[in-house]
Every structure is written in C-alpha cells, then in structure tokens.
C-alpha cells in the first residue's frame, strides 16, 4: 500500500524536531503529574526510581521508536505491518492508536482546567489574602462543576483538532518552536520564588533526601509509569514523530536532548512546588489539585504575581497542547496512512471520540457522583484512566517494542546511527544491552512484583 505523501509532511529543520518531540514530552505530565505523584509515592525516594528509569529504560526505547519510525516512515500500525508482515505485531500498533485517545481523553480534562485557571486568575480570584482554606474552595467548586469543565475540555480538544488539522511542520513545530523557551523561564521564576518562602525547606527536604523505607511495589509501578508518561513512549507517538523525521538528523542526540530536557523541567516543577507545599500547611499526599492550589500560593506571595500566574497557566496549557497535538497525531495518522482517509475526517472522527470519553473523566469530582467513586474499581474515572491508560498501557506497550527492537528487527538495524555520529561504539553496545536484557526483564520483574504483592495503584 502506497502512502500518500502529500497528507504526512516532514520537519522542517533538525532544532524543529526536537522542538516538536520536546513539545510532546514536556506537557502536563512534568508539570501536573509529576510532583503529585511523587508527592504521594514518598518524595526523594521516587524521584530516585524515576530517573534510573529515565535512563535504563526511556533513552534506549526513545531510541528504538524514533529509529522504527523513521525507518519505515509510517504510523506504528503501519510501522509493524511492513517491519513483521503477517504477525500479530501490527496489534502492538494498534493498542498505541487506542491509548492516544484515553490518555487524551483524560489529559484533556486537566489541560481544561489549566485553562479555567488561567482565566481565574485573569479573573483576580486569587487576589487580596489567599489562604490554604482558600485555594481548596476554590479548587474543589471549579472541578466540581460539570459543566464548566466539559466545556473547557472541548475548547482544549478543538484547538488540538485545529493545530493537528494544520499538518506536521505548519501546525506542530511552529507552535512548540516559539513557546517551549518562555515556559521554561517563568518555570525558573517560580522555582526561584518558591524556594525563598519560608517554611519551604521542609518541602526541600522531603523532595531531595530519600527515604527507602516509603518503597513499595506500586512505587516502582508509579515511576516507572511516569517516566514513559513524561517521555510519550510506549504508545508509539515517537515512532510517528520519528516517521516526520529527516534521515540526516541524529536520532541518538536528538532523543539524548529531548529525555534531559524533559527530565530536567520535571526536576525543576517538583523543585518548585514542594517548598511551596510546606510553606502552606499542603500536604504532599494532596492528588491531582496539587499544582492548582500550590501555584496560586506562589503567585499571590510575589511582585507581580498575577501576571506571572496567568501567564503560567497559559504557558502550561500550551505545553499541554503540544503534547495533545501528539497524542491525536497518532490516531489520525493511523486512519491517514493505513485506511487512506482524508486528514480533516480522521482529526474529526478521532476528536470526537475523545472528547466523549472525556466526558466520565471530568464528572469524577462531582461529590457523591458515579464516576467520583466507580463500584468495585473504588476509584474515579479519571484516576482510573490515569492508571490503566498512563501506566500499564504505556509499559506494555514499551516491553513489546523492547522486545521487538531485540528479538525480532535486530538492534543493527540502528548500528549506523551510533557509529555516524562518530558515537564510540562502547554507546551502541551500551544501547544493545540496555534494550535488549535490561528493559524488557526490568519491566516484566516490576509487573510480577506487583501482581505478587497485589499492590496495584
Ligand atoms: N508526555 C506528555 C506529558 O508529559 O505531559 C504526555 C504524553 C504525550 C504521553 C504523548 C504519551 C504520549 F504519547
């Protein structure tokens, strides 16, 4: 089957990708989802795990996606079709296309209420005296009506839909190019802001100083889910990334960039916001409402602030679109490539389906409602989704890719990667071991570590 060139595209420049895959990268995953759950999962000690994931197991399967991708130039269903015809690895593809729309469908929620936040704070609801009491009231009405948070969850999937609707190199990689840097630098001013309150050293501590003893299997599951969140892998968005990406470009280097960058933003939000957590009687425990009450505090104390603030959350629902935009572009080129549709049908087909999957996932804070507490499940919608979408789903998904780039394509296939990039060939046979042994025994020993303990979520 032919693909139509015309209807993929191609970056535009080598920064432009890495841009583009930053973009994806960097969102609500670093910002939001970071720092709660290692809130929740005892502070330094995930922290800890989280990187050491980043490293054995998020650059060497970046690596593989992005050389799947750009090998075969096509999205992972069709990625798998040409690399093992006649297989069932092409099913591998195909659970990447289902989880870009559950994962979209709840990121789209919290995206929603980035932008309800943003227009709170435009608003001035957060100024005069804000206290902690304060922030939870507010936090609590605002993702507890319903209606405001449909219709801010399908503002944010409609702009998605636009941004996709553009193509790759119009759409995509001009918006992440000339907003990306401007986040990272009020990121810095927060963090700066935040570390100077008083009663935030406490914060420090518990982000910085491990305590082992607060491990336990659903720990290593959690930052092992969150690194491969935070590095949009396992669900094949690289391997469309890669597909977009010029053969004369490094992948090595460019995935080398993209892992420091996002880990280096997720470092800096967790630094920004647990000093803040003491410095307001938080408590680190506080779920997924933690950035919308800690940022607020930070604002409040600061010159300025309210521009600051708004800015903040505008900048953080753009990075969150740059990373929607890659979690649609998944779907979307599935349909294009493999089913030859028109890509305004496919954006159109595919958003919507999100969107009304997004529907239980912004009624879970509805007190006393369905979804606020799902029968047998004991859980909300949305933590529930989070869970199976933003953690198994993705480590399935990135032990098969492991074992696919070591068992069945054969790692020589990117020998020439290394070796161009004048990369001594110690890096290559590193990559070798690490995606050969190492991620799929790592993943599987963390699974079965969790099935024996039943220690799930
Ligand atoms: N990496 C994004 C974040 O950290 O916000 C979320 C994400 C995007 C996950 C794309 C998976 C994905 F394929």
Redesign the pocket.
């Known amino acids: 089957m032919s693909t139509n060139r015309q209807d993929r595209g191609k970056w535009g420049s080598r920064v432009g990708f890495i841009f583009a895959a930053a973009g994806?990268?960097?969102?609500?995953?670093?910002?939001?989802?970071?720092p709660y759950v290692a809130g929740e999962n005892g502070g330094a000690a995930f922290v800890f795990l989280y990187i050491i994931f980043v490293i054995i197991i998020g650059v060497p399967v970046m690596i593989s996606e992005l050389a799947i991708g750009r090998y075969t130039e096509k999205n992972p269903v069709g990625a798998f079709r040409l690399l093992a015809p006649k297989s069932w690895w092409p099913a591998l593809g195909m659970l990447?296309v289902f989880?870009?729309i559950g994962?979209l469908s709840f990121?789209s929620v919290v995206a929603g209420w980035t932008l309800g936040y943003f227009v709170k704070t435009i608003l001035g609801e957060f100024s005069g005296e804000i206290t902690t009491g304060n922030l939870e009231v507010i936090y609590n009405t605002f993702v507890g009506n319903p209606v405001a948070v449909i219709i801010y969850s399908f503002i944010f999937i409609s702009i998605t839909a636009l941004v996709v609707q553009g193509g790759v190199s119009e759409g995509i990689e001009r918006w992440a190019k000339i907003l990306m840097p401007f986040l990272f630098a009020l990121l810095i001013l927060l963090t700066l802001r935040s570390i100077t309150l008083e009663g935030g050293a406490e914060g420090i501590r518990t982000y910085l100083l491990p305590d082992f003893s607060k491990v336990r299997a659903a720990t290593f599951g959690k930052a092992l889910g969150q690194a491969?969140?935070?590095?949009?892998?396992?669900?094949?968005?690289?391997i469309t990334y890669g597909s977009y990406m010029s053969k004369k470009e490094n992948l090595v280097t460019a995935a080398g960039y993209v892992c420091f960058f996002?880990t280096l933003i997720?470092i800096l939000a967790g630094l920004m916001i647990f000093p803040a957590v003491t410095a307001n009687n938080l408590s680190m425990g506080e779920g997924p409402g933690l950035v919308f009450k800690v940022i607020p505090a930070i604002f409040s104390r600061m010159f300025g602030g309210h521009i600051f603030g708004a800015g903040f959350f505008l900048l953080l629902a753009i990075?969150?679109l740059t990373?929607?935009i890659?979690?649609l572009e998944?779907p979307v080129a599935y349909l294009v490539d493999e089913r030859h549709w028109k890509r305004t049908n496919a954006v159109l087909l595919m958003a919507a389906a999100a969107f009304l999957l997004s529907i239980p996932s912004s009624l879970s804070f509805m007190s006393g409602g369905f979804f606020a507490n799902i029968p047998v499940l004991k859980m909300k919608f949305l933590a529930f989704m989070n869970i199976i979408m933003?953690n198994y789903s993705?480590a399935i998904g990135s032990f098969f890719i492991a074992l696919f780039v070591g068992a069945r394509w054969g790692t020589g296939m990117i020998r020439s990667d290394f070796t161009e990039n004048r990369l001594s060939p110690v890096v290559y046979n590193i990559w070798r071991f690490l995606i050969r042994f190492v991620c799929p025994i790592a993943i599987l020993a963390i699974f079965i570590y969790i099935i024996v303990s039943g220690d799930y979520a």
């Open positions: 994806s990268a960097i969102g609500l995953g670093n910002i939001w989802r970071f990447g989880t870009g994962i990121y491969l969140f935070s590095l949009s892998l396992g669900m094949g968005t690289m996002d997720a990075a969150a990373s929607t890659s979690l998944v933003g993705l």
